[in-house]
């Protein structure tokens, strides 16, 4: 695969990284970027080339693009890594952070496949890899908007799947379970206020919105088995949807299969809402 280039989103920690690291190893030129170029700069001792791109940014987007246009022959695999996850319940989250986590864990990837999408065209090749989430596929107290922006991600992919299969370009959904990231860390900032917050109609039950917002990170599968999965399947797979970490089998299981109403009891339970 030498000369394939391969640009990702989101690579200052986690999946982002190691999957620069992993594609760096497969002898890929890899374009990893970050909000902060200072997060990623030691990536580059590795002879990956970095650069900075806020991925709600249009204007950022397309210099970024630009310039690895004017650089190699094409973009090979975009892989859409960044995002972030907004906790806690929806009648107490601010307008402000519901459009935040839409804008940058849907629009910001419409807005970078459509970037990269007309050179992929006019080749008549490419991969777009988009990183949704088990919870995209089972909605779960506490998470209704993250759950939401990754439901997203997925319908979207399943509609650039079938109009660019005429263009020989590859949509690849990933759903990963738990995987092993500073994403808990992010998620809990969310929520850290609730314990203070006596105002809010859920504060008897905060430790279980601050359980949700670390639940990821619950015996999770390392970054580095997941990159090694994922980047199997994007070489040499034909799957169109991809579950790598732990409970990415599990958990759709049961949003299939059992009764919507067993499964709100279920989790009412774990979540404590039955204390209220």
């Given amino acids: ?6 640009l990702i989103t989101g690579c200052s920690t986690g999946i982002g990284r190691a999957l620069s690291l992993r594609f760096q190893k497969s002898n890929f030129t890899v374009y990893a970027t970050s909000r902060n ?6 990536l580059e001792d590795c002879g990956i080339k970095t650069d900075q791109l806020d991925v709600n940014d249009g204007d950022d987007i397309d210099r970024v693009v630009n310039t690895i246009l004017s650089q190699e022959e094409g973009i090979d695999v975009l892989i859409n890594n960044a995002g972030f996850a907004v906790m806690g319940p929806m009648a107490e989250i601010s307008t402000d952070n519901i459009r935040m986590q839409l804008e940058t864990n849907v629009i910001s990837i419409a807005s970078m496949c459509k ?4 050179g992929m065209i006019e080749r008549k090749e490419g991969t777009i890899v988009n990183i949704g989430s088990i919870s995209g596929l089972l909605t779960t107290p506490f998470s209704g908007i993250y759950c939401a922006s990754k439901a997203a991600v997925h319908a979207m992919s399943d509609a650039m799947r ?3 299969a005429p263009f020989n370009i590859r949509v690849l959904t990933v759903q990963p379970g738990a995987i092993k990231s500073s994403f808990g860390n992010t998620a809990s900032k969310s929520v850290a206020g609730y314990g203070n917050n006596s105002d809010s ?10 359980q949700r917002a670390v639940s990821s990170q619950e015996n999770p599968t390392s970054v580095e088995e997941f990159s090694e999965k994922l980047i199997a399947e ?3 797979g034909t799957k169109e949807i991809v579950r790598i970490g732990r409970m990415s089998k599990y ?26």
Avoid: C, H
């Fill in 115 to 118: 970037a990269v999408i007309p």
């Fill in 162 to 164: 079938m109009e660019l």
């Fill in 201 to 210: 109609y859920y504060s008897p039950i905060t430790e279980a919105i601050q």
């Fill in 37 to 42: 170029s200072k997060d990623i700069k030691d």
């Fill in 234 to 236: 994007i070489l040499f």
């Fill in 251 to 276: 958990l759709p299981f049961i949003a299939k299969w059992l009764p919507r109403g067993l499964i709100d009891k279920m989790l009412s339970a774990k979540f404590s809402l039955s204390k209220l």
């Fill in 1 to 6: 695969m030498k000369n394939k280039v391969v």
